[in-house]
């Protein structure tokens, strides 16, 4: 349940949260709005990987909903009191309605057991890992840079090429830990590999890592010496 509610809050606080209503959230219709945003999109997550538990568990949606709301209110009167904090109160933020979701799936899981999904819960991961790679890390980068005006100006104008070339680097890493993956898997049974159920074989992987990363910057320094 975990992942899911996680999804729905990061495409709400994120994607489903343009700069006019992140700009606007003092005011309280605005705030209510985004609230609503947030529970109608968690409730249409988990209608749609798990139609039959909406009629059980879309009250603690709607709470959750309204956590939402307080915090968000709490850092907006943080935000009047205190109008130089900008990247504490962003982290503090986000923290609290993780750990938020948090409870309230160990709450649902308590209450109801597993709540079973028919999706893949890997597939879930991978779209917050995607979602987080892009759009959420764009939005944090902004909002870590906003006291460098010349940097915050250069992300925002590259924002779209960053956030390709991110998504192309993670879906690039995740093809070669699938195909060494597979490769060692299927080698498994005719060729030992070096560092499993080995008494050394951690100190042995860490040895092999170091020689080999300190022989690369050097051959690097060697052939490039602007590197």
Wanted: hydrophobic share 55%.
């Amino acid at each position: 349940m975990f992942y899911y509610l996680l999804l729905a809050h990061l495409l709400a606080d994120y994607p489903l949260q343009p700069t006019w209503l992140v700009r606007n959230k003092y005011r309280w219709g605005v705030l209510v709005l985004h609230g609503s945003i947030q529970f109608l999109t968690s409730l249409l997550i988990v209608w749609f990987f798990n139609s039959s538990s909406v009629a059980s568990i879309w009250p603690y949606l709607l709470f959750l909903a309204v956590v939402h709301f307080l915090i968000d209110l709490t850092k907006n009167t943080l935000s009047r009191v205190r109008p130089a904090w900008v990247k504490v109160p962003y982290v503090l933020d986000q923290l609290m309605h993780v750990l938020s979701i948090l409870f309230i799936s160990l709450f649902l899981q308590t209450r109801y057991g597993f709540i079973a999904f028919p999706a893949n819960p890997g597939w879930v991961v991978l779209a917050i890992a995607f979602l987080f790679v892009t759009y959420v890390w764009y939005i944090s980068e902004r909002v870590m840079t906003y006291d460098n005006p010349m940097y915050l100006q250069a992300v925002i104008d590259d924002s779209w090429s960053r956030m390709l070339f991110r998504a192309g680097f993670l879906s690039g890493f995740l093809v070669i830990w699938i195909w060494t993956t597979k490769t060692l898997a299927a080698s498994s049974g005719t060729i030992l590999f070096p560092y499993q159920a080995k008494k050394f074989g951690r100190r042995a992987l860490i040895t092999d890592l170091s020689v080999t990363l300190s022989v690369f910057f050097l051959l690097m320094l060697v052939l490039n010496p602007s590197f």
